[in-house]
């Protein structure tokens, strides 16, 4: 509990021992010496929301939940129904003290989650070790993180060898061992050893700094339970103050015409309590807690929302589309032959290493990866050109390279036949002359076989492997993990249209997700109703453009994002069903004079514990 909240409990306890107390003692009823005696409890638990109920009638926002408050609790006490004046304010500062409880406790649950924001980074200036700032840190320095310290910033490790926690990252505790030349992201705990790592991005732009922009952004995208819930308050209020006042006069004056008493003061006192019962406090605020908890039980589990509405979208998915490789397959390949025209098979690992020395591409990092010669001696890479989906093309020396698939050859008029093996060929031309090819073959991941089932358990309809590698690869993964349907041999533009044609033909309740690592797939995963990205505590343009980000690149947790939004969306409506259905229950009863302001506070607070709790069971993700 933190200062603010306990000085309302603290408010809560005197003005409840005060009210035992006045009880107990024989005061005359209707004395004024009894209103004053009830008045000090009264204002010891009431005065902060009366002052916040003045101000928003200065504001000209008058109807809101203090207002409703006040003049409800003002007219008990003018009615001489001081203890329910008392009381209402005081279970109502008791179910405020709640939620806010609440409210705190899974904030800090998402933020211990997410206990990735670096406080420093350590430099080493004139000799010394010394703590900065991490903003301050420019790209290229060198920083220093011994064991027990989180990576401020992201980097590459030139010296050190160490063990990394990425339970933060990816909801998985899983070390991860790195060495000198790997890259690192910030948010990593480095369990042992000392790392020297040279910043490659800034603070701002690295993966801690990302992701909480991003967690604490995704309020700010509304799903429709909540824009529902800010629509309903905006009507709702005023409409329950006019039936408020309209039930005080109304019947008084019907009454009074057709020659009764008017009883003024049941009137009153039924307006009063119609207005107490009328609070909407569990509705307004269990919605937006059930989906703030649900992106924190998402985070707990490597999975990042960017808003609720890509939580209410999920729930509905029923096609999900996934690129290849680096999601289904590891995107680590192994080189398993080399077939060169003339013999030359170092030679033409060399020229495969010279023109993918800075792609990014899976393919390319395993190409670098397989080349053992010396790296300094080689001469100068100029002009490189990535083209998506075939390959790069660079100039070395003055000759061109030209590294890529078959359609790439075609596209470059180089002469060079198919090739009947199993695996992925990356084909080598110098200067238009063909040199060979490069036999590469990538491992399905261990758990996208797993993951292809549960997804269809958790109630897809159609599973589909788009891939710009051959047809052969693509036939032989897609049939090892049983998916529905797959396209091969498509370039990024084919995919894009591909993934148009599906959304045109799904049904309107039905949305489609789109999964790829964000190498050559950036733009369908914008184009998809959810772009779901590999973040391979890596890949940028993925976590930029995707809704959702898999923190540890498991497929396995597709599955596990759509069962937490469908309980993030079943929670959210009880909560819709159950507040409203009580709200006008008793209201009505409230109006027929049947239920009470006792009755009415408890509806209201009850209510409210009741949605709350339900709100924070989102958060429990464990077992889903
Ligand atoms: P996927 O759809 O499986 O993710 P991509 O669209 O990224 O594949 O690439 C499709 C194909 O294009 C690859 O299988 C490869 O043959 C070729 N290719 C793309 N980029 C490169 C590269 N940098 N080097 C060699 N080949 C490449
Ligand atoms: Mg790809």
């Not at 800090?108 to 840190?137: C, K, Y």
């Not at 003339?342 to 690992?349: F, H, M």
């Amino acid at each position: 509990m933190n200062k603010k909240q306990k000085k309302v409990l603290i408010r809560i306890i005197i003005a409840a021992v005060l009210m035992g107390i006045l009880l107990l003692l024989p005061l005359e009823e209707g004395s004024f010496y009894r209103f004053v005696l009830f008045l000090i409890p009264y204002l010891v638990i009431g005065y902060d929301i009366l002052k916040k109920a003045f101000k928003g009638i200065k504001n000209k926002q008058v109807f809101d939940e203090n207002f409703l408050m006040a003049v409800a609790t003002i007219g008990a006490m003018a009615l001489g129904e001081y203890t329910e004046g008392v009381a209402v304010m005081l279970f109502y500062q008791v179910g405020e003290l709640f939620q806010s409880y609440a409210v705190g406790k899974s904030r800090r649950n998402i933020s211990e989650l997410m206990d990735i924001r670096p406080d420093f980074a350590t430099i080493m200036v004139d000799g010394a070790l010394t703590r900065v700032d991490p903003d301050e840190v420019e790209i290229g320095t060198h920083i220093i993180v011994s064991p027990g310290e989180k990576i401020p910033i992201d980097g590459v490790v030139v010296e050190g060898e160490a063990t990394l926690d990425t339970a933060a990252l990816t909801g998985e505790s899983v070390p991860r061992n790195v060495a000198a030349g790997q890259e690192v992201v910030s948010g990593c705990v480095n369990l042992s050893g000392v790392l020297t790592i040279r910043t490659t991005k800034e603070f701002g732009e690295s993966t801690a700094s990302k992701i909480l922009d991003m967690v604490e952004n995704a309020s700010s995208k509304k799903s429709r339970p909540e824009n529902f819930i800010s629509k309903f308050a905006r009507v709702y209020t005023p409409v329950v103050c006019y039936s408020a006042v309209a039930l005080a006069v109304l019947p008084p004056v019907i009454r009074l015409i057709i020659g009764f008493d008017p009883d003024w003061s049941v009137w009153i006192y039924r307006a009063l309590t119609f207005l107490v019962i009328s609070c909407p406090c569990a509705i307004v605020i269990s919605i937006p807690l059930t989906f703030f908890a649900g992106i924190g039980g998402a985070s707990s589990a490597g999975v990042l929302v960017k808003g609720s509405n890509y939580l209410e979208a999920l729930s509905k998915a029923k096609y999900v589309v996934m690129d290849k490789t680096g999601t289904l397959t590891e995107g680590v390949f192994e080189v398993t032959k080399i077939k060169s025209v003339d013999g030359k098979e170092d030679a033409l690992l060399e020229s495969a290493y010279l023109a993918e020395s800075y792609s990014n591409h899976p393919i390319s990092k395993s190409l670098r990866q397989a080349y053992k010669g010396d790296v300094a001696s080689l001469p100068e890479v100029k002009d490189v050109k990535e083209i998506s989906g075939q390959g790069v093309t660079v100039s070395v020396n003055n000759e061109t390279i030209a590294c890529g698939n078959i359609k790439l050859m075609r596209a470059l008029g180089i002469e060079a036949s198919e090739v009947e093996e199993p695996g992925t060929v990356v084909h080598v031309a110098k200067d238009n002359k063909y040199l060979g090819y490069i036999l590469i073959s990538d491992r399905v991941k261990a758990t996208s076989k797993a993951a292809i089932k549960a997804m269809k358990k958790a109630g897809v309809k159609h599973t589909i492997m788009l891939t710009g590698d051959s047809k052969k690869v693509a036939d032989i993964v897609s049939n090892e993990l049983g998916l529905d349907s797959v396209y091969s041999e498509l370039l990024p533009a084919d995919k894009v249209d591909k993934v148009e044609n599906l959304l045109s033909n799904k049904g309107e309740k039905e949305t489609l997700v789109f999964v790829g690592d964000g190498i050559n797939d950036a733009p369908v995963l914008s184009r998809a109703d959810i772009g779901i990205a590999m973040g391979a505590l890596g890949s940028d343009a993925a976590i930029e453009a995707a809704d959702i980000v898999l923190m540890d690149d498991d497929p396995l947790k597709i599955s596990k994002a759509i069962r937490i939004s469908r309980k993030s969306m079943r929670i959210a409506y009880e909560n819709i069903y159950f507040a409203i259905g009580i709200k006008v229950l008793t209201l009505l009863l409230g109006a027929i004079g049947i239920a009470n302001m006792w009755y009415a506070i408890f509806a209201d607070v009850g209510v409210m514990v009741i949605a709350v709790l339900n709100a924070i069971r989102a958060l429990n993700v464990k077992k889903l």
